[in-house]
C-alpha cells in the first residue's frame, strides 16, 4: 500500500504542465483528482517516476455553454456536473459515481483518460457524440468520442498529451435516460445504459442513442437496439422488442461481480428502463 518513490510537479500554467509531463518521457504521469491513479500506485501497478499536479494550472475547470454546445474543463469534478441538474445525463451519470468523496475529488478529464470501461462519463461521451480537446507539445487536437477509447485503460492521448476540455452538444430536446446496476451504491457498475431519444412531432423515434457501460473492454453503442427504435414507434411494445438487442455483438468480460451472461442480461433489462426513463 506504499507507492514507489516519484517525484512531484504542481506547474502553473498548461505550458509548464506540458513541458514537464514530456520531461518524463513514457514515466511521468498528470495527477487530476488522483481516484484512480494513486490506488493503482499504491498497489504498485502504476510506477510513474514523476507526478504532474494539474490542480495549480488555471483554465481547465468549469462548465459552459454557447450555440448548443456544453465545454467542460478537464478539471471539473464529478460534484460540480452533478450539482447542475439542467445539464440532462452527464449531471445524472456523475451523480451516480461512487460516493460523495469520491465526486469531490474526480475529475472528468482524469475519467476519460484513465479509459476504465466501468466508468460512467466515457458512455456518456460515446452517447452524445462528444469530443476531447488534448494539448501537447505538439499542438491541439480534438479526438472524437469513437475514437477515444481504444482498448481496456487505453486511449488515444499520447503520453506527452493534456486533455484540456471535453465538447458536448446539449442535445436540447432529448429525453435522458441512466441506469446503472451495482450491488452497492459506492461500486462502479456492473452494467450501466444510457439512453438518449428524440421524439418526432408524432412521438415516433427520430433519433436515439444507446451506450453501454462495462460491456466490454472500451464503452460501446448498442447499434442493433438503436436500428430497430430509429425512425419507427417508440411505445412499450417498441422499447421491449429493441431492449432485446442491447447486448447484440458484446463481448463482456466475466468478472468477479458477474458472468458475462449476466451482464448481457443486465444490460437487455437496463436498456428497457432507461429508454422508458427517456421516454417519460
Ligand atoms: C472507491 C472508488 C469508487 C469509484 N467508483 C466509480 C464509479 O462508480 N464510477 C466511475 O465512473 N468512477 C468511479 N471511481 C473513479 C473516479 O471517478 C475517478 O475519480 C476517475 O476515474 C479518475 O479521475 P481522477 O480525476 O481521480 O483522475 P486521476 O486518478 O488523477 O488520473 C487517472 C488517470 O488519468 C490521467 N489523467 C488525469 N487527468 C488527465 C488529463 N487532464 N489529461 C490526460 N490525462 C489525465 C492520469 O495521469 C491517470 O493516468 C471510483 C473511485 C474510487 C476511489
Redesign the pocket.
Known amino acids: 500500500m506504499i507507492p514507489a518513490p516519484f517525484e512531484y510537479a504542481a506547474p502553473e500554467t498548461l505550458e509548464e504542465a506540458i513541458a514537464a509531463l514530456a520531461s518524463g518521457g513514457g514515466d511521468a504521469?498528470?495527477?487530476?483528482?488522483?481516484?484512480?491513479?494513486?490506488?493503482l500506485m499504491k498497489l504498485r501497478l502504476?510506477t510513474?517516476t514523476l507526478l504532474v499536479d494539474?490542480r495549480r494550472v488555471p483554465g481547465?475547470r468549469g462548465i459552459e455553454r454557447n450555440d448548443g454546445t456544453l465545454r467542460i474543463g478537464?478539471?471539473t469534478?464529478?460534484a460540480d456536473l452533478q450539482e447542475r441538474g439542467e445539464l440532462g445525463l452527464i449531471a445524472r451519470a456523475a451523480g451516480?459515481?461512487?460516493?460523495q468523496q469520491?465526486?469531490n475529488?474526480?475529475?472528468i478529464?482524469?475519467?476519460l483518460?484513465?479509459g476504465?470501461p466501468?466508468?460512467?462519463?466515457p458512455a456518456v461521451l460515446l452517447a452524445t457524440d462528444g469530443q476531447v480537446t488534448?494539448r501537447g507539445a505538439g499542438g491541439e487536437r480534438t479526438i472524437a468520442a469513437a475514437e477515444l477509447f481504444r482498448g481496456y485503460l487505453t486511449t488515444a492521448?499520447a503520453d506527452d498529451?493534456?486533455?484540456?476540455a471535453v465538447t458536448l452538444p446539449a442535445l436540447d430536446g432529448w429525453g435522458a435516460g441512466y441506469q446503472?446496476f451495482?450491488r452497492r451504491g459506492?461500486?462502479?457498475?456492473m452494467v450501466g445504459v444510457c439512453a438518449l431519444v428524440k421524439r418526432a412531432a408524432d412521438s415516433s423515434c427520430e433519433d436515439v442513442r444507446i451506450a453501454l457501460t462495462n460491456m466490454g473492454s472500451t464503452p460501446v453503442r448498442a447499434r442493433a437496439a438503436e436500428d430497430a427504435l430509429r425512425g419507427g414507434p417508440f411505445d412499450a411494445a417498441a422499447i421491449a422488442a429493441a431492449s432485446e438487442l442491447a447486448a447484440e455483438s458484446t463481448q463482456p468480460p466475466s468478472d468477479l461481480n458477474a458472468t458475462a451472461d449476466y451482464k448481457r442480461h443486465l444490460a437487455r433489462v437496463l436498456c428497457g428502463r432507461a429508454l422508458t426513463e427517456a421516454a417519460a
Do not use: C, F, Q, Y
Open positions: 504521469k498528470l495527477l487530476a483528482g488522483g481516484h484512480s491513479l494513486v490506488p502504476a510513474p494539474l481547465l478537464a478539471m469534478r464529478h451516480s459515481i461512487a460516493d469520491v465526486r475529488r474526480g475529475t478529464g482524469g475519467s483518460a484513465h476504465d466501468a466508468s460512467d462519463l488534448a492521448l498529451e493534456v486533455l484540456t446503472k451495482n459506492e461500486d462502479w457498475a
